[in-house]
């Protein structure tokens, strides 16, 4: 069993910060990538950046600049700082872990059950 869990979610102000944390927990091998999606209301759920294992990281047009992901291997974790936050910001946040786990015969994706990010003054 796996569980990834999402925290650090809330109402922050329009150019305010937030940092997002995402831990893996359980029968875990091995992580590959590790990533945030994001799903705002009447959209379809998006890419906003991933971080492979070895650091390597990629981001939405729409956030470069403002966040940045980053991870601990060792904690099974990773992290999202937003910085500069629009009301465009505005959904709920899914974190993504690629992972191997003991006794598998591959790697499959697991996801958090999401965080609420709101953007609102």
């Known amino acids: 069993q796996v569980q990834v869990v999402e925290s650090g979610g809330g109402l922050v102000q329009p150019e305010g910060s937030l940092r997002l944390s995402c831990a893996a927990s359980?029968?875990?091998?091995?992580?590959?990538?590790m990533g945030w999606y994001r799903q705002a209301p009447g959209k379809e759920r998006e890419l906003v950046a991933a971080?492979?294992?070895?650091?390597?990281?990629n981001y939405a047009d729409s956030v470069k600049g403002r966040f940045t992901i980053s991870r601990d291997n060792a904690q099974n974790t990773v992290y999202l700082q937003m910085n500069s936050l629009k009301p465009e910001d505005t959904a709920v946040y899914y974190c993504?872990?690629?992972?191997?786990?003991?006794?598998?015969?591959?790697?499959?994706?697991?996801w958090g059950k999401g965080t609420l990010v709101t953007v609102s003054s």
């Open positions: 993504n872990a690629n992972i191997w786990t003991i006794g598998g015969y591959g790697a499959m994706d697991y």
């Open positions: 359980g029968s875990i091998l091995y992580i590959n990538a």
């Open positions: 971080v492979t294992r070895g650091g390597s990281t």
